[in-house]
C-alpha cells in the first residue's frame, strides 16, 4: 500500500454526469486508473465524444443517453453495462444542477419586492423549477443507487461516491432547492453507509468548493468576463483567494473510491474547497 497509488484496474465504474466540467474530469481519471467506465448523461453526442477520446488513449469506455429521474431509463443503461462491461463496482452520482426558476432573485427578503414583478422572491418561486431542481440532485442519486447499487452486494471492492456541495453545510443565499437537496444528499449519504455497512458496500460524499462550470458561470462571471459580486464575496470567503480546478478534486475522488487506500471510510463528507467551509468570515 506504500506509496500511495490509485488502482481501479478492471472494476466498472459509472459516472451519472460523467460528460460535464467536472464529471469528465471524474470519467478521466477513473480511465486512467485502470477502470471500465461508462458515461451517463442526456446528450449522447457530448458522452460519445469524451467514449471516444478516452478510448483512443487506450482505456475502456462507454457512453449511454439515460435519464437519471427515470427508472426504466437507468434500469436499460444498466442491462446495457451488463452485457458489455459486466456488473458494476463504483457508483459515482455527479448529476446535478441548478434551475433561475429555482433561485430568488435578491439575497435578502425587501418588502418592496413583493409588488416588482421582475423580481423573484421566495413566494414566487416556480413550484415545478423547485421540484426540478431538488429532484435532479436527491432523486437523480437515489434512482441510480437503488438500480446499480444492486451488483454490489456481496462483492469486494464496492462503493457508491455522491457529489454533494458547500451548500449543503452552510445554505448559499439565493438557491434554496439546490442547498436544500444537497444537504439531503450528505444524511442519504450517511443512512446509506450503515444501510450497507455489514454488506461491504461503502458509501461516502465528496463536497467540492467553488469550481467555474457550466451551471455557475452566469453567476460568477460577468458578460466580459470579470467577476460578479458574488464571485468576489466567494473568493473573500475562500481562505486560499480563487476558485478550485476540476484536477484539484481527483486525488481525493480516486482516494474515497479505490477498494485500497480508504478500505475503512465510509460515512464520510470530505470538502475540497479551498478552506470555504473551515472559514466564518472573521
Same mark, same amino acid.
Given at each position: 500500500?506504500?506509496?500511495?497509488? %490509485?488502482d481501479?484496474?478492471?472494476?466498472?465504474?459509472?459516472?451519472?454526469?460523467?460528460?460535464?466540467?467536472?464529471g469528465?474530469? %471524474?470519467?478521466? =481519471? !477513473?480511465?486512467? @486508473?485502470? =477502470?471500465?467506465?461508462?458515461?451517463?448523461?442526456?446528450?449522447? /453526442?457530448?458522452?460519445?465524444?469524451?467514449?471516444?477520446?478516452?478510448?483512443?488513449?487506450?482505456?475502456?469506455?462507454?457512453?449511454?443517453?439515460?435519464?437519471?429521474?427515470?427508472?426504466?431509463?437507468?434500469?436499460?443503461?444498466?442491462?446495457?453495462?451488463?452485457n458489455?462491461?459486466?456488473?458494476?463496482?463504483?457508483?459515482?452520482n455527479?448529476?446535478?444542477?441548478?434551475?433561475?426558476?429555482?433561485?430568488?432573485?435578491?439575497?435578502?427578503?425587501?418588502?418592496s419586492?413583493?409588488?416588482?414583478?421582475?423580481?423573484?422572491?421566495?413566494?414566487t418561486?416556480?413550484?415545478?423549477?423547485f421540484n /426540478?431542481?431538488f429532484?435532479?440532485?436527491?432523486?437523480?442519486?437515489?434512482?441510480?443507487?437503488?438500480?446499480?447499487?444492486? /451488483?454490489?452486494?456481496g462483492r469486494?471492492? !464496492?462503493?457508491?461516491?455522491?457529489?454533494?456541495?458547500?451548500s449543503?453545510f452552510n445554505?448559499?443565499?439565493?438557491?434554496? =432547492?439546490?442547498?436544500?437537496a444537497?444537504?439531503?444528499?450528505?444524511?442519504f449519504?450517511?443512512?446509506m453507509?450503515?444501510?450497507?455497512?455489514?454488506?461491504?458496500?461503502?458509501?461516502? =460524499?465528496? @463536497? *467540492?468548493?467553488?469550481f467555474?462550470?457550466?451551471q455557475?458561470?452566469?453567476l460568477l462571471?460577468?458578460?466580459?468576463?470579470s467577476?460578479?459580486?458574488?464571485?468576489?464575496?466567494?473568493?473573500?470567503?475562500? *481562505?486560499m483567494?480563487r476558485?478550485?480546478?476540476?484536477?484539484?478534486?481527483i486525488g481525493t475522488?480516486?482516494?474515497?473510491?479505490d477498494?485500497?487506500?480508504s @478500505?475503512?471510510v465510509?460515512?464520510?463528507?470530505?470538502?475540497?474547497?479551498?478552506?470555504?467551509?473551515?472559514?466564518?468570515?472573521?
Open positions: 500500500m506504500y506509496p500511495l497509488t %490509485f481501479l484496474d478492471n472494476k466498472v465504474v459509472v459516472i451519472t454526469g460523467g460528460a460535464g466540467v467536472l469528465s474530469h %471524474f470519467s478521466k =481519471a !477513473c480511465a486512467a @486508473a485502470g =477502470a471500465k467506465v461508462v458515461i451517463i448523461g442526456r446528450n449522447l /453526442d457530448k458522452a460519445e465524444a469524451l467514449a471516444t477520446s478516452i478510448r483512443k488513449d487506450g482505456h475502456h469506455a462507454l457512453a449511454i443517453s439515460a435519464n437519471v429521474l427515470d427508472i426504466s431509463s437507468i434500469e436499460e443503461a444498466h442491462q446495457t453495462i451488463k458489455t462491461f459486466g456488473p458494476v463496482d463504483i457508483l459515482i455527479g448529476a446535478g444542477g441548478n434551475d433561475p426558476k429555482a433561485t430568488t432573485s435578491m439575497e435578502y427578503f425587501d418588502e419586492s413583493l409588488n416588482n414583478p421582475n423580481l423573484r422572491t421566495f413566494f418561486l416556480d413550484l415545478n423549477g /426540478d431542481v429532484g435532479l440532485n436527491f432523486t437523480g442519486t437515489l434512482i441510480p443507487t437503488q438500480v446499480f447499487s444492486k /451488483d454490489m452486494i469486494k471492492g !464496492c462503493s457508491v461516491l455522491n457529489i454533494s456541495s458547500m449543503a445554505p448559499l443565499t439565493k438557491i434554496p =432547492a439546490y442547498s436544500a444537497k444537504a439531503a444528499i450528505n444524511n449519504t450517511k443512512w453507509s450503515v444501510h450497507f455497512a455489514a454488506h461491504g458496500i461503502r458509501v461516502n =460524499a465528496l @463536497a *467540492p468548493g467553488f467555474a462550470t457550466e455557475n458561470k452566469t462571471f460577468k458578460e466580459d468576463g467577476l460578479t459580486d458574488r464571485s468576489h464575496k466567494i473568493i473573500n470567503s475562500t *481562505p483567494r476558485f478550485g480546478e476540476p484536477e484539484e478534486l475522488l480516486l482516494w474515497l473510491i477498494p485500497k487506500q @478500505a475503512f465510509t460515512g464520510v463528507v470530505i470538502p475540497v474547497d479551498g478552506g470555504f467551509s473551515a472559514y466564518q468570515g472573521v
